[in-house]
């Protein structure tokens, strides 16, 4: 089963919509939506645990914070390789999703006109969402690298002490 969490409060962008329009088969296989559910964060890990995989194959993702919080559960993930989670985000202990291109980012916020987004390779991410399913050994050792690389530098400990050495050096 695909489950596909959602937040979406801009009323005008109809999300349930846009998916009945791609016109799935049920023959594809189950896909499950959580639309708009708040979760508490004391459930997020168990969430994240209960997946084969987590997926963030966004056009324009800031740092990704969901994304780091299912590599420090130890889930196999698959991101596009695009945006600031690259700091974090590379093969070994991810796998990282090819870019076709970039292309221009439209939004309703004129602050993003001058700038670009990735174009995430669909037959990529087929591959390497069959990949993560015929090689379990090898996703679950990636997994277990990013959960250990998660604890080794990406704890609040380690965040306070980069910004204040940037402080320090003016």
């Not at 409060?9 to 999300?15: I, L, M, P």
């Not at 349930?16 to 016109?23: C, R, Y």
Request: aromatic share 10%; with cysteine.
């Amino acid at each position: 089963m695909l489950l596909c969490k959602v937040m979406n409060s801009d009323t005008g962008v109809r999300v349930k919509d846009a998916i009945e329009a791609l016109g799935l088969r049920a023959a594809g296989g189950r896909i499950e939506f959580l639309f708009n559910t708040e979760m508490p964060y004391t459930e997020l890990g168990s969430l994240y645990r209960s997946a084969d995989c987590f997926v963030s194959a966004g056009r324009g993702e800031g740092w990704d914070m969901p994304l780091m919080e299912a590599m420090a559960c130890g889930l196999p993930t698959i991101a596009t390789d695009w945006g600031a989670h690259r700091e974090f985000v590379h093969d070994g202990i991810s796998y990282p999703l090819h870019v076709r291109r970039l292309i221009p980012a439209v939004a309703k916020c004129p602050y993003y006109a001058p700038y670009s987004w990735a174009d995430p390779d669909d037959e990529h991410l087929d591959f390497l969402l069959r990949h993560v399913y015929e090689n379990r050994d090898e996703a679950a050792s990636r997994g277990s690298a990013a959960a250990a690389q998660m604890r080794a530098r990406w704890t609040w400990r380690h965040a306070a002490r980069r910004i204040i050495q940037r402080l320090e050096a003016g």
